[in-house]
């Protein structure tokens, strides 16, 4: 007997991918520095815990906001009651007008066309609903976040295929790689209705530059199909180029003929770190996207106690103007911390300038260029270095040895041990290889000599393969 719907029971969700394995294994054995100091440390949890100090305090400072009161009075009553879909109208404004702060003040928001969410999950899901049928196709440039094979695909039919790009040009998407990935749906019959992106990139850790931008609206307005644009990490970009919303592209471009094909997706799980609260949100200037998402956003609501808390906290202009600056500052010392201890280890790693993990190179680590061999070194370093860390398969990359390395969701002290870990490994691994210590600083002259670097350029924000 069948007891479970095909939906619930298809294995479309991806829970058996590598991603969430590696998850599994974390929970059997969680590292802790007093009881379990030998356990796995989680690097493959994209979360950012640099930042709460500064988001307690505020807290300490407004205990109206958290207690269900103002002006001192009780609204526990209001809050309980509160049903509205369309979301409080003072949290609506106070989203908006952070996501503005984030882009610099150069674009701004309608509070009308924004559709609330319980997460970018939920946000994400809810626009595939709108803009696809069952069998329909968005594109997604390789590698992406793991999540979107269940958030896109599982319950909507939609299906996903890739544009595919490689580290020849920095995982850059390419006009070739997008008439590609449009002509692969095609020849499976499937019937494109858009290209999501994130910016900044999930897992690459990289801004979408200008003329990527610019590419993928020209895209889009030749194929008459929508663009949804995940802005989840907009608020971790730490280090130039800044990060440029497509919000703001879109706006310099005469011909505005594309805006309703445009999407932004949103959330405070990252740039605020609070993912538990699941406030998500859709940006959309289409009318009809907007009153469609608005109805299906009964399936997935913030709940008002929660909408009450944010309006006001990111009313606090004050306080949002120092959240965001410090919390990039520190993000970018993390980082810093997390691409010199790798390179103590041997380890190299795509140049990044935003999100909370670096999209990490192990090519050197593999015993031959396979995906098989990406999933034996995978379970060496989750199993003997105990380092949870997500391989590149599992984000669909086309080319084995690339892992994305996550450094926001742990301690400083943490992420030193993770790096000892790391560097044994490596050192044995060479010894065990016949490296000795003169062959190995050879060879790593000899890479460095010949390693395609990425350069971020200033001008134009182009990530360009720079041979050093
Ligand atoms: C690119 C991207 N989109 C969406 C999500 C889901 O975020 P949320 O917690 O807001 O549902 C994530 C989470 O890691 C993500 O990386």
Redesign the pocket.
């Known amino acids: 007997m069948r007891l479970l719907s095909e939906k619930a029971a298809c294995n479309t969700h991806g829970q058996d991918s590598s991603y969430f394995l590696g998850w599994q294994e974390y929970e059997n054995n969680p590292y802790d520095e007093i009881r379990n100091p030998k356990g796995i440390i989680q690097m493959g949890l ?1 979360e950012n815990q640099l930042s709460f100090d500064l988001l307690e305090s505020w807290l300490a400072k407004n205990p109206d906001a958290a207690g269900f009161k103002r002006n001192g009075q009780s609204i526990f009553r209001e809050l309980a009651l509160f049903q509205d879909y369309h979301g409080l109208p003072a949290f609506k404004k106070a989203l908006v007008e952070f996501m503005s702060e984030i882009r610099g003040n150069k674009v701004t928001f309608d509070p009308n066309h924004l559709v609330l969410n ?7 899901e809810t626009l595939m609903f709108c803009l696809a049928d069952p069998g329909e196709a968005f594109l997604l440039p390789t590698p992406y ?1 793991p ?2 094979d269940r ?1 896109l695909k599982w319950r909507t039919g939609v299906e996903i295929v890739p544009i595919q790009c490689t580290s020849s040009n920095g995982f850059q998407i390419t006009e070739d790689a997008l008439e590609k990935a449009y002509q692969d749906a095609q020849n499976r019959n499937l019937r494109v209705k858009g290209v999501l992106v ?1 910016n900044p990139s ?1 897992p690459l850790g990289t801004t979408t530059t200008p003329n990527e931008l610019n590419l993928l609206l020209n895209f889009i307005e030749a194929k008459e199909i929508h663009l949804i644009s ?1 802005e ?2 907009s608020g971790t970009c730490f280090s130039s180029p800044g990060f440029v919303s497509v919000m703001e592209i879109l706006k310099e471009r005469k011909n505005d003929n594309i805006r309703n094909q445009v999407h932004v ?1 949103y ?4 740039d605020l770190g609070l ?1 538990g609260f ?3 949100a859709i940006y959309s200037n289409d009318e009809m996207v907007v009153a469609a998402a608005t109805k299906m956003s009964s399936f997935g609501l913030v709940s008002s106690q929660t909408q009450y808390l944010l309006s006001a906290m990111l009313s606090d202009k004050k306080f949002t103007k120092k959240y965001i600056s410090e919390n990039q500052k520190r993000l970018k010392k993390r980082h810093e911390r997390l691409v010199s201890g790798l390179q103590k280890a041997g380890i190299s790693c795509l140049k990044s300038n935003a999100g909370l993990f670096c999209w990490v190179d192990m090519r050197h680590l593999l015993k031959s260029n396979t995906f098989e061999a990406e999933m034996e070194l995978w379970k060496k370093i989750v199993y003997d270095v105990k380092l949870n860390i997500s391989p590149g398969s599992s984000c669909h990359c086309t080319e084995p040895g690339w892992f994305r390395v996550c450094f926001a969701n742990m301690s400083e002290e943490t992420l030193e041990l993770a790096m000892q870990r790391l560097k044994a490994f490596v050192a044995e691994f060479n010894r065990s290889n016949g490296n000795t210590q003169s062959n190995t600083s050879k060879n790593s002259r000899r890479k460095s000599i010949t390693k395609w670097v990425f350069r971020l350029s200033f001008d134009g924000g182009d990530r360009e393969p720079e041979e050093r």
């Open positions: 994209a319980a997460g970018a999950t939920s946000a994400n976040y999540g979107f958030d994130t999930n995940d989840i990490y997706v959330s405070l799980s990252k993912p699941r406030i998500g």
